[in-house]
């Protein structure tokens, strides 16, 4: 489950603003290597469902409305989830179309994920960031996708404004 897990982030983080620009991970040969590298076929087919999905997910995690609901179940539309029992326990087989598999395991990882760690999968608090994190902190407080980044430079805003206070 780790690995939909980092399937989910991957694909919530896959529309960065780099240099104040909003850029797109899932676009041209990239995007098709990303999704091969996560099982999927790297079509065009399966970049537009992943792009669904992202948009469908961000919202779902933003608490941005309703839509997201529709649009969820229509990405998981036909997905079919068969038990089979082996000597290592029970494992899941998905049945889907292949250019659906990787959006529909990213819309079940966050289905786990938030009931896993409810309040936990949050956008990271730098508005100016569109990045996601999972908070594993014990305490759970995490705030920023990366304290090396978003962490400091927020930090060090609030810091130059209480000494110019």
């Known amino acids: 489950m780790q690995d939909d897990e980092e399937l989910l982030l991957a694909l919530l983080n896959s529309a960065p603003i780099i240099e104040g620009r909003p850029t797109d991970a899932l676009d041209g040969p990239p995007g098709r290597e990303l999704a091969r590298r996560w099982g999927g076929t790297g079509t065009e087919d399966e970049s537009a469902q992943l792009r669904r999905a ?6 779902a995690v933003r608490h941005d409305g309703t839509a997201y609901v529709d649009e969820l179940a229509s990405i998981m539309q036909g997905a079919v989830r068969t038990p089979r029992v082996t000597l290592d326990g029970v494992r899941w087989e998905l049945a889907v179309a292949d250019d659906d598999r990787l959006a529909i395991r990213a819309v079940l990882a966050w289905a786990t994920t938030i009931a ?23 305490p759970g407080t995490a ?8 962490g400091n430079r927020l930090k060090a805003r609030a810091h130059a404004q209480r000494r110019r206070a």
């Open 143 to 150: 705030k920023w996708c990366s304290m090396s980044t978003c």
């Open 116 to 138: 896993r760690h409810p309040g936990r999968l949050r956008p990271c608090a730098n508005d100016e960031c569109a990045l996601y994190l999972l908070d594993r902190s014990r």
């Open 54 to 59: 992202r948009v469908a997910l961000q919202a």
